[in-house]
């Protein structure tokens, strides 16, 4: 049976900790994040949509101390520490050949059909969808009790032989650590802009 919630706002406590007392952290706090946890957020990451379900993100989850090692050789010096303490890091790659996998994913037409022979077409599909995608994972890390460093300082060739290495057709994204954040880590908020500064109404 389908249910609807159309209509149902969301608690301010709801919207507090997944928009506006959430922040992005630096540090974290010497607490792990189960497997389960993760399954859990994919669980909701895989619900929210994209075109024609195409689910083109493909995530690495970095939690040993190898491959944490392994990662922070790819990154920036500044965000060095930031892998290496957080509990785990999704590295959010996206997959250019996600149309191999239309047929089951979107079975009531023939949509792999409509990416065949348009390579530039799928990555930039799959790169504005698995940002999508990166976006709903901290959103479900967040609504889980969890908090999100989303970091672009790093060598995207260097990320991609390190954890794409036997997927070719994959590519990073972008980075984010999951966690327990450390309130010591994070300044001020920076400020943010109201609806006029960059909306308009057509």
């Known amino acids: 049976m389908t249910v609807q919630f159309h209509g149902h706002v969301l608690s301010d406590a709801a919207l507090a900790q997944l928009y506006n007392e959430a ?10 994040v189960s497997d389960a946890q993760l399954h859990a957020i994919w669980d909701l990451v895989k619900m929210a949509p994209t075109s024609a379900n195409m689910q083109p993100a493909r995530i690495v989850w970095v939690k040993s101390a190898e491959a944490k090692a392994k990662l ?5 010096e500044g965000n060095k520490a930031k892998v290496l303490t957080a509990p785990v890091t999704a590295v959010i790659g996206y ?5 191999e996998q239309l047929p089951w994913l979107f079975p009531h037409t023939d949509a792999k059909s409509w990416f065949a022979g348009d390579e530039a ?13 990166g976006a709903y994972l901290m959103l479900a890390a967040r609504a889980l009790g969890l908090d999100c460093g989303p970091m672009s ?24 650590a999951v966690g327990y954040g450390d309130p010591a880590s994070i300044f001020d908020r920076s ?10 109404i057509a």
């Not at 077409?121 to 995608?133: I, M, T, V, W």
């Open 191 to 200: 400020p943010r802009p109201d609806f006029d500064t960059f909306n308009r």
């Open 23 to 32: 922040r992005s952290y630096n540090g974290w706090l010497d607490k792990p």
């Open 72 to 76: 922070a050789d790819c990154v920036m």
């Open 121 to 133: 077409g799928r990555e930039e599909g799959a790169f504005r969808n698995s940002s999508l995608q």
């Open 153 to 176: 300082g790093f060598d995207a060739d260097a990320v991609n032989a390190a954890f794409f290495a036997d997927q070719p057709r994959h590519r990073v994204n972008f980075i984010c």
């Open 95 to 99: 997959d250019i050949d996600f149309h």
